[in-house]
């Protein structure tokens, strides 16, 4: 499945979830939701809650925080998200917050800007 960045995938049933999620693709099938894996997160890093999904990018290694492109910087605005990924960059993850095609780098630093 084909799908640019940022808009809700056309199956997405806002409140209800994935209308075909029986035979949803494999891309679909193979993604696993940081904060239903990691028990270590805080219930208020939720993404329904911080209205940011935490994810792991196989392909780049780096640390994402995925925010819906009608709230770009629900990462920034909520404190609990931004302490986490600061933290996660503490560790020395790279960290990239991001909102259809506009990414942005979080440092250990807490200073954040345009991801190159």
């Known amino acids: 499945m084909t799908k640019p960045a940022g808009p809700y995938c056309p199956n997405c049933k806002l409140g209800d979830g994935c209308g075909i999620y029986h ?7 193979d993604y696993e939701c940081l904060w239903k894996t990691d028990r270590t997160l805080s219930p208020q890093l939720r993404p329904d809650r911080s209205g940011t999904i935490l994810m792991e990018d196989a392909d780049s290694e780096q640390y994402q925080a995925v925010c819906d492109p009608d709230k770009p910087l629900a990462w920034r605005n909520n404190p ?26 979080i440092r250990a630093s807490g200073e954040w800007g345009p991801s190159a």
């Open 80 to 105: 609990l998200i931004f302490k986490h990924l600061v933290a996660v960059a503490k560790s020395g993850r790279t960290v990239v917050a991001k909102a259809g095609v506009k990414a942005w780098r």
């Open 23 to 29: 035979s949803r693709p494999d891309v679909c099938r």
